[in-house]
């Protein structure tokens, strides 16, 4: 199974972006996906996570401004983030979480 993020970029304080990892395989569907994010010179922490069935979940400093989804059919999760800020810049990385598997990452930068 790979992970293959994209969507990453630079980004004004107060702008959006759409993160996409993409899942090889058959197993897509069954998986709890998440994404992480790491932050120059700090630990990877977790950004939000989504459930085989959809539920999702977000650490509060995004909450209200960062949305998981999942399309099962496309083997895709995505992350919308919006109203982005300084701090939110980092490498984004995408996690399959019953089989630990990880993307290679993208850098996201909030910058004026």
């Known amino acids: 199974v790979q992970l293959v993020e994209s969507g990453g970029g630079v980004v004004r304080p107060g702008g959006s972006l759409r993160l996409s990892c993409a899942v090889s395989?058959?197993?897509?569907?069954?998986?709890?996906m998440g994404w992480y994010r790491q932050a120059p010179g700090k630990e990877r922490e977790w950004v939000a996570s989504?459930?085989?069935?959809?539920?999702?979940s977000d650490t509060d400093s995004v909450k209200g401004r960062f949305t998981i989804s999942r399309d099962d059919a496309k083997r895709t999760v995505f992350l919308e983030m919006s109203n982005m800020r300084p701090e939110d810049t980092g490498v984004y990385y995408c996690?399959?979480?019953?089989?630990?598997?990880w993307g290679q990452g993208t850098q996201v930068t909030v910058s004026s």
């Open positions: 996690n399959a979480v019953q089989i630990d598997g």
């Open positions: 989504i459930t085989r069935g959809g539920s999702p």
């Open positions: 395989g058959n197993i897509f569907s069954v998986l709890t």
